[in-house]
């Protein structure tokens, strides 16, 4: 059973369009990080949000944290395609042991010109 | 600043061999942590180390195992390796904190046939 579930998987869409991407769990979690992963490279943190329901925004970007702090949305705007890349969102679940971050399986973006 | 440095970038080897694989934390992050990312999936948490010691560790059997030296470099030991220990596996290091953001290198390519 996955923790965080992303959706969608994959998304393929053309310059311009806007787009939300969706990060959800039936777990509470202390605070939601949003990365971007690009091949043959590591993750690179975007955005950590915290309080629920805090919007934060990163130029195009916009990052939300639900209210029970059990869900996360990443808004782009206008998508260019240097946006193409893994999307990935990870957290620490409240209770959870060890101290490592759990991850979601990703989106796939890929923005075409 | 230097970032995070993972050596080597590729690596091939055959089912039962061992491996080890090296990372640079970035300066003034005493915390490295190592995960593994399947094709496709999102990164897995393996272990952490803060001052020389594991102190968290995911679902990963006693066959992965690690080092942290006094410089906050760090290894990843792999023994007796298996068909699905082939993924990129991404070293991170950071602050103590438990919610710090995680800076990643881009990843050793391991390879098992």
């Known amino acids: 059973t996955q923790l965080l579930e992303q959706s969608p998987q994959f998304l393929s869409i053309q310059e311009g369009e806007n787009l939300t991407v969706y990060c959800n769990s039936s777990s509470v979690f202390s605070s939601l990080q949003w990365y971007r992963q690009e091949p043959g490279e590591g993750p690179v943190l975007l955005v950590t949000?915290?309080?629920?329901?805090e919007v934060k925004k990163l130029k195009r970007l916009t990052f939300q944290f639900g209210d029970a702090r059990k869900d996360s949305s990443l808004h782009i705007t206008a998508a260019q395609p240097g946006d193409t890349g893994l999307y990935l969102c990870a957290g620490h679940p409240l209770g959870g042991g060890a101290d490592g971050l759990t991850f979601g399986k990703g989106t796939h973006l890929i923005i075409q010109p | 600043e230097t970032g995070v440095t993972q050596s080597p970038t590729h690596l091939i080897k055959t089912r039962g061999q061992q491996v080890t694989l090296r990372c640079s934390s970035q300066?003034?992050?005493?915390?490295v942590s190592w995960y593994q990312q399947a094709l496709g999936q999102g990164p897995q948490f393996i272990f952490q180390y803060y001052r020389e010691e594991e102190n968290g560790r995911g679902n990963f059997p006693p066959r992965f195992s690690g080092l942290q030296f006094p410089n906050y470099s760090s290894e990843l030991n792999v023994n007796a390796l298996e068909l699905d220990d082939s993924a990129l596996y991404l070293c991170?290091?950071?602050?103590?904190?438990?919610?710090?953001?995680?800076?990643f290198g881009n990843g050793t390519r391991l390879t098992v046939t």
């Open positions: 991170a290091s950071s602050g103590r904190v438990r919610d710090s953001p995680l800076h």
């Open positions: 949000v915290v309080t629920g329901g």
């Open positions: 300066s003034g992050h005493n915390t």
